[in-house]
């Protein structure tokens, strides 16, 4: 779009309506984190320091650690009804009408609304990349959690044959609680693997290029599947080279959150899922990576969607704007797990899945201005 040159008084409107935008979606955001946090979040927290689990210094720095996340999801409804109460208020005051009549159109009108919630979409995807996985694994480690998973790992003699099995149940560090490993008899078959041992042991330590179970009792199948003898052994190596280093990594960031992983992460991660053929991990975290850009570009489309929706005549219902605003936030976030899903199962493509909701919102633009006629 083409803008003429920005005369004094442009530029004095052009500050005003941007300092009128930001304030009301500080507050907005404001409400959103006090609205989110206070019924589960803080509650928990209260409960568990009067218990004495935590210490009141610990249960600050969770809620503090809290924050980040829930302003990831608070800046593009704060900007969306931000915009919304700001235009409702400027028709409200004849001020956009005046506007309108001294030729200003409402591609100019919105530009510095435009440029503000760039802005807070770099701030939006900065926030996902660096200071929620960084809130996260702070808050993990006041918590002092340790990660519980079925995590399960195949190592294949070939294509179709299976030459193990390692189950671990939990893990922290590089510690592996009670490894469960099952050893296939690849020879016996073309097409199929037989299961010729069980080695159940109390721990495994991780070091890089190497898996060592401990303490093992070794269960001996005869060819035809039939229990044979008992053994016992000190320690034993599962897992050596590339295989035991990539077999930790994908152990490690299967066990965490999306939002706990920076964007290099998840590229690494999505591409051993794929080189590893698990498929629906694959479709899953493509699909949330592709979130994060998308969420981000949501900002912008909701500052814009928040004008139109304020840019009304001076009959207008005004409260219908609100509504509909709020059904729009309501609607993007409660999909959100119905596209994740769609995108694990194969249902649609997480290049759709991720992109579907930014497309509909776009075309929600596009019909609100035709509405409105502005």
């Not at 009301?24 to 803080?42: D, G, H, M, R």
């Not at 020879?187 to 290029?209: E, R």
């Not at 995108?343 to 649609?348: F, N, S, T, W, Y």
């Amino acid at each position: 779009m083409k803008f003429p040159k920005l005369e004094l008084p442009f530029k004095i409107f052009d500050g005003y309506i941007t300092k009128q935008v930001f304030a009301a979606t500080l507050v907005c955001i404001f409400l959103f984190v006090v609205i989110w946090i206070a019924p589960e979040t803080l509650l928990k927290v209260i409960k568990r320091t009067m218990a004495g689990i935590y210490t009141p210094m610990v249960g600050l720095q969770l809620l503090v650690f809290e924050v980040p996340k829930i302003v990831g999801k608070a800046l593009p409804v704060g900007l969306l009804l931000g915009t919304l109460f700001t235009f409702d208020k400027l028709s409200k005051d004849s001020e956009l009408t005046v506007l309108r009549s001294i030729g200003l159109t409402f591609s100019r009108i919105v530009y510095p609304i435009v440029i503000l919630s760039m802005f807070v979409s770099v701030l939006c995807f900065s926030l996902y990349n660096t200071l929620i996985p960084y809130s996260e694994k702070k808050i993990n480690m006041l918590k002092g959690e340790s990660y519980e998973t079925h995590f399960v790992y195949t190592v294949k003699a070939n294509k179709d044959q299976l030459q193990k099995i390692i189950v671990v149940p939990k893990y922290y560090n590089n510690m592996i609680s009670r490894p469960l490993v099952l050893n296939f008899n690849s020879s016996q078959y073309q097409d199929m693997s037989v299961l010729s041992s069980i080695m159940q042991s109390d721990y495994a330590v991780y070091t890089k290029g190497s898996w060592v179970i401990h303490n093992i009792k070794q269960y001996e199948l005869t060819k035809d599947g039939v229990f044979k003898s008992i053994k016992n052994l000190k320690q034993a190596q599962v897992l050596e080279g590339e295989k035991a280093d990539t077999a930790y990594k994908i152990m490690s960031y299967s066990t965490k959150k999306e939002r706990e992983l920076n964007n290099a992460e998840i590229t690494e991660y999505i591409g051993m899922l794929k080189t590893e053929g698990l498929k629906d991990e694959y479709r899953f975290m493509l699909n949330k990576y592709l979130q994060r850009y998308f969420h981000s570009a949501i900002c912008i489309l909701f500052a814009v969607l928040g004008c139109l929706l304020g840019f009304s005549k001076p009959r207008e219902q005004k409260l219908v704007n609100f509504v509909i605003g709020i059904g729009i936030v309501f609607g993007y976030y409660i999909t959100l797990p119905f596209f994740d899903m769609c995108a694990e199962k194969g249902i649609l493509s997480p290049y759709i899945t991720s992109s579907i909701q930014p497309i509909a919102i776009l075309i929600a633009i596009f019909v609100f201005k035709k509405i409105k006629d502005v």
